[in-house]
């Protein structure tokens, strides 16, 4: 039997995300002809982060900026995170665990709240 590694409550839930790779530095910036946008699910949320299933495939440690729509409190939020983990889900899908990282206190609320919601109806 595997031990739970995890540290926060997560919610089960299908949500629309948005991803795309924020340039390290400059020369990241300049040698992007086009920018790498990925329309993914989330699978899981939680306060730390989200774990997604999307066709692209992102190396561990690429930040990420994240637009997650949350659509039954109709809010959009924009987040930054980092690929902690990807592995193959199914054909030409990958299974990608990003934590938050840089998240306004804002948008942090929204979390708690949607989180808190979710606890409530059990």
């Keep these: 039997m595997t031990e739970e590694r995890r540290r926060e ?5 299908g949500h629309r995300v948005t991803i795309e790779i924020v340039p390290q530095d400059r020369a990241d910036a300049e040698k992007a002809t086009t920018k790498k946008i990925s329309f ?3 699978e899981d949320i939680s306060l ?3 774990k997604v299933i999307s066709e692209t495939f992102f190396p561990i440690d690429t930040l990420l900026k994240i637009e997650l729509s949350l659509v039954e409190l109709n809010e959009r939020l924009d987040l930054q995170g980092k690929v902690k ?3 193959s889900h199914e054909e030409e899908l990958y299974e ?3 934590e938050f990282i840089d998240a306004s206190s804002k948008h942090m ?3 708690v709240d949607h989180m808190y919601k979710y606890e ?3």
Excluded: D, H, P
């Design 9 to 13: 409550t997560r919610k089960k839930e």
């Design 85 to 87: 983990w990807i592995r």
């Design 109 to 111: 609320q929204v979390l």
């Design 96 to 98: 990608i665990g990003i």
């Design 120 to 122: 409530e109806e059990f």
């Design 48 to 50: 730390k982060g989200i």
């Design 40 to 42: 993914s699910l989330t």
